[in-house]
């Protein structure tokens, strides 16, 4: 069994669920200690982050940072999970739209928006998933969150299809854009394709398929790991001994940042909090 603690990008392919992945990997990393940063639908392809062992507890800050996505939009037809796998519920003709149209239609989308997520998401309500919900037979109206799109581009529109390129803000469902685009054009819409191609700096250029890390297990030190996807700050012998007991520290910090002893070990996130850098999570 492994000690080491680090991450492993993994290009999902389609058909897998997170959770398919993270078994996966804990047979061929022989560990039993595997988590991933936000959970890809077994229809989306991809970027999915897992960590091992001590670098699980950075994937909850992970999770938080921004994701970027290549997605397909089927117009013409609404289903009942807002994508391929759930029911036709509703169908309406699109030779009427124009390319205009859409793309006058999808300006909503970006900037800072109020999006419902989809009934079958992983949204808890009442400490159940809502997806466990909608299964159960139970109908689920869930409120609308503030997310932000910081870009939505165009890459393809053969209609009813509409190939978009999406870089957003944790937490927001490109179903949902999908669904509400189909909506704002009165003709309904869902997801057919989606690929997420970046997690905060890991995209699928570092991404490995299961087979690949079958032949090559490929995995990225928490040190590595930690200096990539957060602002780092190197500390002195002081400093370090502070930090290895989680005190807080007179620096400043515009962020969360991790934290290095002289000798490059990763000891701790820190952030800025009541005029101090304070601990969000110690690692040594």
């Known amino acids: 069994m492994t000690a080491e603690s680090g991450l492993v990008v993994v290009d999902k392919s389609g058909g897998m669920t997170s959770h ?42 992970l999770a938080l940072t921004d994701k970027r996505y290549d997605a397909t939009v089927r117009l013409g037809a609404s289903t009942t999970t807002d994508d391929a796998e759930g029911e036709v519920v509703s169908t309406s003709g699109t030779d009427h739209l124009t390319e205009d149209a859409v793309r006058s239609a999808l300006v909503a989308f970006a900037g800072e928006i109020d999006q419902v997520p989809s009934a079958v998401s992983a949204v808890k ?28 581009d165009v890459v393809g529109l053969e209609l009813p299809d509409v190939r978009i390129s999406v870089h957003c803000s944790s937490g927001t469902y490109i179903r949902a854009i999908a ?21 905060g700096p890991f995209d699928l250029g570092s991404a490995h398929t299961l087979e690949a890390l079958g032949s090559d297990f490929t995995m990225t030190p928490i040190a590595e ?18 930090v290895r007991v989680g005190r807080a520290l007179d620096v400043p910090l ?31």
Do not use: I
């Open 20 to 61: 398919d992945v993270v078994a996966r990997v804990r047979r061929l990393a022989g560990t039993r200690k595997v988590g991933h940063a936000g959970t890809l639908d077994p229809m989306a392809t991809g970027v999915l982050v897992l960590g091992l062992n001590r670098a699980t507890r950075l994937l909850g800050h």
């Open 125 to 152: 309500v009442d400490g159940k998933r809502s997806y466990a919900r909608v299964r159960a037979g139970e109908e689920v109206a869930l409120a609308p969150r503030r997310v932000t799109v910081h870009a939505l």
């Open 179 to 199: 669904r509400d685009l189909g909506v704002a054009l009165g003709v309904g819409g869902h997801l057919t394709a989606l690929r997420r191609t970046a997690v």
């Open 225 to 242: 790991a930690a200096r990539a996807a957060f602002p780092a700050l190197d500390l002195d012998d002081r400093q370090t001994a502070d």
């Open 254 to 284: 515009d962020a969360t940042t991790a934290l290095f002893s002289p000798p490059g070990e990763f000891l701790a996130l820190y952030e800025p909090r009541d005029g101090a850098a304070r601990a969000v999570a110690v690692f040594v």
